[in-house]
Every structure is written in C-alpha cells, then in structure tokens.
C-alpha cells in the first residue's frame, strides 16, 4: 500500500514503523523540522517537512496515486486535511479523533475515525487503513481478532445462508445485528443488506474472510 501519514508524534511514529514492517510505501508529512530530521534518520519513508492543510504539501506527497491517508494531528487540523484530501480523490481516509464531539464532522465527509487516543494503539490505527470495511478490532492474544462488518449493498453475500459461503477454516460468525436485534447465527441464516456481522477469525484468515463479503 501507499500511504501518507499526517503527524509524526507518538502515535504517528509507531504507525510508521508498523507501516514499513508490513512492506507499505509511505510518505510522513510533519510541520516540525527537528522531528522531520528524526523521522528521516530512523526510517526508510518520505519526510516531508511542511504543512499538510495546503493543498500543495499533499500534491508534493503523492496523494493522488495514495491509497490512504491518515492523519494524527489535533482535531482541527485533521479536519482541514481531511477535507482537502477528499477533494484531490484519496481513495481511504482514516483519522484519529481526541474528542468525542468532533466525530459527526468526520463522519460526514466519511472518514474511517478512530477515536480515543489514550485507550487506543498505533496497531488498531494501522487496521483501520488495512481494512478500510471492517470496524471495532479486538484482538484475542497473538493469533485471533473478534470484529464487525456491514453488509454492503453489492455484496455477492445477500441471499446466501451462512452454510453456502464456505468461511475460512478458523473462522466463525458468532453474532448478526439486523434492525435493532440480534441474531444467533445458523447455517441455514442467510444474509441481508446492512447486516452487521461480528466475526471471530485467525489474523492470517482475515483477508480472505473480508473478500467474501466485498470482493467482487
């Protein structure tokens, strides 16, 4: 993957690292020049000194051939990058959001959020970009994530009862939400748009599992 990454504090720093260890092209983009020197030193990426609200900064970063952005800075300077990068055509924005109230700006301009600094890790802002569709991560130990996803309109899934699209080995559906209730999976329960699925998986079955439900 490409990424950009807007913020190379704590948080932004861990992300690059587990960026680069997943093998992911990625450009940094930080205002202050001392820990641009740092970042360049320590990692293999692009460090790009400047400030990321202007348009010309994300242009230099390569944002139209990027297939995520993520940014790591206060609230209102997310915001504006955020708004500018939809406008050039970023395919996955993803966004740390410290508080709660600013969530429904991010939201809206749909944003993949990830909220709660002090309770969250860089790993669960790094999944948020690898698995743009999936939400709520939970890892259980090394090898094992409990998550959801939503049923997308087109997805090859509708209609199709549990027992019909051969999960992974590893992998089980251990809960749907459907209008407001939840539902014990069987495997004659088949699936509806807007279903929100909670998945337990093996960490190396997740791509496979996510494309049953978005692959084309």
Known sequence: MYIVIVGAGEIGEKLIRLALQNKD???VIEKNKEKCDEIAKKYDAVVINADATVKETLEEAGVDKADALVTTADDATNLL?????KTMGVKSLVSLVRNEESKPMFIEKGVNVVGNPSAITAEYLYKAIRYPTVKDFMSLGDKAEIFKIVVPPDSKVIGKSIGEIKLPSKVSIIAIER???VIIPMKDTRFKENDVITILARKDKIDKTTDIFFGK
């Open 81 to 85: 990058v955020i708004s500018l990068a």
């Open 179 to 181: 209008n407001g209730e």
């Open 25 to 27: 092209d990625v450009v």
